[in-house]
């Protein structure tokens, strides 16, 4: 197990080298030196992490932001994996198909902005992106501030929608799949629950709301939507 230890002994002096080479000697230098001066275990600790997250994505060949998002969270975010599998979240581990979970770690790998699924009846499209929405839905409720992030009015809801060709049918199948997936959620009933006295949609605090929404073009004009699921389109 890695000890956080603070004196320059050679575990330091290994990942010094470690992070220097990654990041560049001024940069590598600073990383260090700024870890080294924290006193508080738990937060030396994340911030190790966050340097081991940024080096695994550097070595990946990918664009790491963990460091340069740790002020934007007030709890640093669980992988999507661990998200879907852990009974603390959706607890899915024995319902998701291995392929599928690697799908929608992909999916949720900050690559894209947009994704569209097609395939035959039983290839996990819905199921794909009621995962991806859920794990979305998560990451707003792990920010500090997601209204000054987003340069949002304090007053303005931040919407995931679920749109189809009417209202009625938006808040069908999908809708009811996702709402019962975040009621079962130890997470989403004690750390981030919704106002259970609303049946219209779900309304999450600092104004996070999940909504069903028609097929018409204007259903969403003027809102602040921030994803969601567009079916049979």
């Given amino acids: 197990m890695l000890q956080l230890r603070r004196s320059e002994d050679p575990l330091v002096s290994e990942l010094r080298g470690t992070i220097v080479e990654a990041f560049g000697e001024v940069t590598g230098a600073a990383l260090i030196d700024s870890w080294l001066a924290i006193d508080d275990p738990h937060d030396r600790a994340e911030v190790i992490r966050d340097i081991m997250d940024d080096l695994r994505s550097e070595y990946d060949g990918r664009n790491g932001k963990s460091l340069e998002t740790r002020d934007v969270y007030r709890e640093r975010p669980v992988p999507v994996r661990e998200f879907i599998c852990s009974p603390y979240y959706l607890n899915k581990a024995e319902d998701i198909y291995p392929i599928v979970l690697n799908e929608v770690e992909e999916m949720c790998s900050g690559k894209y902005v947009e994704i569209v699924l097609t395939g035959g009846i039983g290839s996990a499209k819905t199921t794909s992106a009621l995962y991806v929405n859920a794990y979305q839905l998560y990451l707003l409720s792990c920010l500090h501030d997601p209204h000054k992030l987003y340069g949002l009015d304090k007053s303005s809801e931040i919407l ?58 204007t259903a969403a004009i003027g809102q602040s939507v921030m994803g969601g699921l567009i079916d049979e389109l």
């Avoid at 997936?181 to 219209?200: A, C, G, Q, T, W």
């Avoid at 605090?205 to 929404?213: M, N, S, T």
């Fill in 160 to 217: 995931l929608v679920f749109q189809s060709i009417t209202a009625t049918l938006a808040q069908g199948v999908d809708y009811k799949r996702f709402q019962s997936m975040v009621e079962l959620s130890p997470y989403f009933r004690h750390k981030f629950p919704f106002d259970r006295n609303i049946k219209s949609r779900l309304i999450f605090p600092h104004r996070v709301e999940v909504a069903p929404i028609s097929g018409s073009d």
